[in-house]
């Protein structure tokens, strides 16, 4: 993977993507003042629908004319994701006693290889 091109933009898409989504909360919840649940969906929105558009264009090339459901593909990973994510955060905390915030740490660095490779793999994987 660290030889892959591919994976060096999934990894930049995905820090740019988080700055967004930390971006797009802030100004939604503290200058326009939504509630943060509000402002929560609309950066998971925004990040997810950036992520998907770069990763289509500059990470894997995709030229497939079925840009929709390769959408719901990309959607349906993340959201994956996020379940496996709340999974080992309570496997890693409550079962094994380790501090939530390496947890987190542990969980960032799996589930990127996890998405990148369920991404490669489905989502923007060429159909025939």
Same mark, same amino acid.
Do not use: P
């Given at each position: 993977?660290? =030889?892959?091109?591919?994976? %060096? +933009?999934?990894? &930049?898409? /995905? /820090? ?16 326009? /003042?939504? =509630?943060?649940?509000?402002? &929560?969906?609309? $950066? ?7 992520? %998907? !558009?770069?990763? +289509?264009? %500059? ?16 959607? $349906?990973?993340?959201?994956? $994701? !996020? ?5 080992? &955060?309570? *496997?890693?905390?409550?079962?094994? /006693?380790? =501090?939530?915030?390496?947890?987190? *740490? ?6 990127? &290889?996890?998405?990148?490779? *369920? =991404?490669?793999?489905?989502?923007? *994987?060429? +159909? +025939?």
């Amino acid at each position: 993977m660290i =030889h892959d091109q591919r994976w %060096w +933009r999934f990894v &930049m898409v /995905g /820090g740019l993507c988080f700055t967004v989504n930390l971006l797009v909360l802030y100004l939604a919840t503290d200058v326009w /003042g939504w =509630h943060y649940l509000l402002s &929560m969906l609309l $950066s998971i929105a925004i990040a997810n629908t950036l992520g %998907w !558009f770069l990763n +289509r264009v %500059w990470t894997f090339v995709s030229t497939s004319t079925e840009w929709f459901a390769e959408y719901l593909r990309y959607l $349906s990973v993340n959201l994956s $994701s !996020f379940v496996l994510s709340l999974l080992s &955060m309570a *496997a890693l905390v409550s079962g094994l /006693g380790i =501090h939530y915030l390496a947890a987190s *740490a542990i969980n960032a660095v799996a589930l990127t &290889m996890f998405n990148y490779l *369920a =991404h490669r793999g489905w989502s923007f *994987a060429e +159909r +025939r």
